[in-house]
């Protein structure tokens, strides 16, 4: 029986957590309107069967690349346990019920920030963005920080998902899980040389 590659991952990611700081931190790379590639950390904030979840501002350079190609790679490397995990898949958006449940479990100054910064978009000074802070600080003093309309969540729904682990002589153990037919179908497993 071939293991589920999200335990799997499930598994590893318990293990960096406990080996390290930042076990969250991943390579999303996606394709920007132009064709042209993009690839910047962000970090994890759910994975299940469904697939890996990340939130951002939608008026950013990421979320016009998803917009445009709804596609995304994302990369883990957790040297503490000489492990990497790679995933690729389609993207979609996460709902806005499961957007605001994860808004409200941040910490009030990020909230705040999320409304303060045009997030991807020039920015004339440092003080403008501590006054952009101020006013929302301001704005929602006293009450809850609700989500904003232009803030919300993706989901990588792997189509494959490689998991790497070092071997000192550089003959490194690769397994390839991939849907069958690339969608959302049964698992199969391969190894790759190295």
């Not at 969250?24 to 697939?51: C, E, H, I």
């Not at 503490?80 to 009030?108: H, K, L, M, N, W």
């Amino acid at each position: 029986m071939i293991p589920d590659p999200i335990e799997t991952f499930s598994a590893l990611y318990a293990q960096a957590s406990a080996a390290g700081p930042e076990a969250d931190a991943m390579v999303l790379a996606t394709v920007d309107p132009d064709g042209r590639p993009s690839a910047r950390y962000v970090l994890l904030k759910g994975v299940d069967a469904r697939g890996f979840v990340f939130y951002t501002n939608l008026g950013s350079r990421k979320a016009s690349a998803l917009a445009a190609h709804p596609y995304a790679s994302l990369c883990f490397y957790w040297s503490p346990i000489g492990r990497q995990v790679r995933v690729e898949g389609s993207v979609e958006r996460v709902s806005g019920e499961e957007a605001d449940a994860y808004f409200a479990t941040r910490p009030r100054a990020s909230q705040i920030g999320a409304w303060a910064s045009a997030q991807s978009t020039p920015l004339e000074s440092r003080e403008t963005l501590v006054q952009r802070v101020a006013e929302a600080r301001e704005r929602f003093e006293g009450g809850d920080v609700p989500r904003p309309p232009f803030w919300s969540g993706y989901r990588v729904v792997p189509s494959a998902i490689e998991f790497w682990t070092s071997d000192p002589a550089r003959l490194h153990v690769r397994e390839r899980f991939a849907r069958e037919g690339g969608g959302r179908g049964e698992w199969r497993r391969e190894l790759l040389f190295p």
